[in-house]
């Protein structure tokens, strides 16, 4: 054979062996990123198995439900507390606690997914404000959580939030939220939710007033939904909504609550709110900048909270008392996250 033949049989031979290789190396089984054909890898087994319980920050995630094609919702995300926070860990467990209750699919409902997590039976039926009609699967997004009150060992946390729900044929709606959250501090001092408290509401729908109106279609006012609808029942106090108005025209006012899902009692005591009977309402953010920040002006919300007073409102709750022991101006660990603005009828506006 000669020597241009035996090179020819040489280049054939070795790229048999090269295909050969190629295709040992391409097997699905040998690929280094997988086990075993069809198993998944230890990272893979991880993440399709998350957990979660109603004092975790940590949320179950909603997944796809077999049936009509639909858009599949996003998934519940988990409040983390910002700069300047007071024992975050509360409001933490009351977060996680709405978190759960709101992340369900195949229309399981709320309570029944705490059940699921382990929460007793009566704490979870407490849940069921949560749940509605027709709707198959919901994922929330807490917008803030609020102090109500806070003791040595028990608290109460108004939570914000946004619920998105979906029906089985693939409608979504999107409702916005303020739930009373009661907790109780347990052995080891960890807290636990044990109920949320019922609705309530200021009455059937009354006439709105110039300031009604005028408050409902300020932009500087940007009202939280469960506010917007207080302000539209007409119940409202016409004395409080000016100075909402008056503060209006030097700062953008977020408002976090007025009467649906406050607490309706000055905690921890039995006195009733003026929150109850439409006479106050909490900001939780002025000029857009979250009053718990400590990078927000003390100075803006002093400035604030001294024209509160000036247009009348007769208590005024802030991270800091401009009057000391005189009645109008106070502060405490619950109003280091909101300015509480109120009339009492009878009593001298606030004054520093």
Known sequence: MSSRWRRLATLLALTLIALTLWELLSWPGNDPGRGAVGEPTPEASASASPTASPTSTEPPTAT????????ALPPTTVWRPGPGEPQAEIKQTATAFIETAGTWIGAVGAAATLRSKGVGPDVAATATALEAPDAVSSTVRVIYPQYGGVTADRAAVMVLFEQQLQTAQGATTIRQMALD??????????WQAEEIRPLTSLGSSVPLSEAAQAVLAEPRLELSAPARLDV?????DDRLLRVLLGLAENWVLTVQVMHTGHIQTVYPTERVSNHA???????RAVDRQPVIDPATSREMLIELAARAGELGATEV?????LNG????????VVHQDHLHVGITPGKQPATR
């Open 64 to 71: 796809a439900e077999a049936g009509p094609p639909t858009t």
């Open 181 to 190: 959250v009661r907790l109780t501090q347990v052995a080891g001092g960890s």
């Open 232 to 236: 539209s029942s007409g119940r409202m």
């Open 277 to 283: 009977v439409g006479r106050a309402v909490d900001i």
């Open 317 to 321: 709750g802030a991270p800091f008392d």
């Open 325 to 332: 022991d005189r009645s109008g101006f106070f502060t405490d």
